[in-house]
């Protein structure tokens, strides 16, 4: 009897660590394990099954019925080809086998994956703060993995490939890994995922050793209000928490938005340009409307200092007294010795008017009382009995 269980129990232990996924919950909590499957499966069942023996897996949830008991449930995303369980208020005699299951019908049923669930009264080996993180497109999500046990770290995509070490990239989406101590004795390992894109979404494994953690990150498009509110924003780095009733507690969705670093400098280059081009534009019109009204004014100013030049040229003294003056010049000169002229000579009449400036206002206006006008006039003529007189 005693060499049965010893074998059984070497059984056990061999095929605990021989394959599979091993996982860590503490009693009291709940976890959420992905089964992905292929898509000529799409219209199949599938189902949920415990025990250590393919031939003894007993169904516990299925996707057509049931598809939930009082501590466990099953979804299927025919979309994402990939259906969940989650089992809730863990006890350490659920530690056991399980398996993801597809049914055939007319034949054997497909075995997708299997998992070695480990329930403990403590601190798991390994745990994260949540199982579903949420990001925004161009954003970055942080995932926190505790661990107390030894091994590799790997940062792996469900079906996909891992990143190891320090750094590296999904498809174009930059990964690092970031080791630190508590002194507990345990070992932080932080996850970033920076310039996160929408086909980002799907399911991630913290992996270390051989203990691994399921993790689902979700992206999504920014909003109008995320791309007007912050140009940049970093994303909070929670403070390590010690469980509670279980370290991998119910899914909580966390609301990340900061901005990738490349993502940020290309924007703030773009509207540096545009500030710039936009300044330069106003620039050009408050110059060329100063120069268009300067040449205006010097116009205008020219113009009015001709137009006083010329009044200045042609306008006498408002105070002074205007002597007009006309004379009649005619070709025949008169003898100077002789100052009476023939009656055939030319005789030249003068007239001479003293005006003020008041009558110049009005020339064709008879003059006033008040005017002082002094007509002058001078007539000469010589008759020829005054002329012999004369000699």
Known sequence: M?????????????????????????????ITIPCSYDQYYINHVKYWCKGYGWTRCSSVVRTDHPKSTDRASIS???????????????????SSTYRCVVEIKGGSDSMLQWFYLSVTPGTPELYVDQQEVTGVEGGSVIVHCYYSNSGDMKWCRMGGDCV???????????????????????TVLTMTMSGLKMENTDWYWCRVGELEMPVHITVSQQTATQRTSKMTSTTEDPTP???????TAEPVQTDNTSQGA?????????????????????LVVVTAGILVTWKIWRKHKDNKAKDQTT?????????????YSTVTYTRKTVQQQDPFPE??????????????????KGQTKSAEPDDNVVYSSLALQVTTQQRAAAQ
Do not use: C
Not at 2 to 30: P, W
């Open 2 to 30: 005693a060499n049965h269980l010893s074998f059984l129990l070497l059984f056990l232990i061999f095929y605990r660590v021989s394959a599979g996924r091993h996982v860590s919950v503490q009693a009291g909590g709940s």
């Open 76 to 94: 299927d995303n025919i979309t994402q080809t990939v259906f969940t369980v989650i089992m809730t208020d863990l006890e350490p005699e659920d």
């Open 164 to 186: 190891m070490w320090y750094s590296g990239t999904f498809n174009g989406t930059s990964v690092t890994l970031k080791r630190t101590s508590e002194a507990n004795n345990r």
């Open 241 to 247: 928490q010690q469980p509670s009733a279980s370290p």
């Open 262 to 282: 490349e993502g940020n400098m290309e924007e703030v280059h773009q509207r540096s340009v545009k500030v710039l081009l936009i300044s330069l534009g106003m």
């Open 311 to 323: 009044n200045n040229s042609v306008s006498a003294d408002p105070d002074q007294d205007i002597t």
């Open 343 to 360: 009656a055939d000579d030319d005789v030249t009449y003068s007239t001479v008017i003293l005006q003020h400036k008041a009558q110049l």
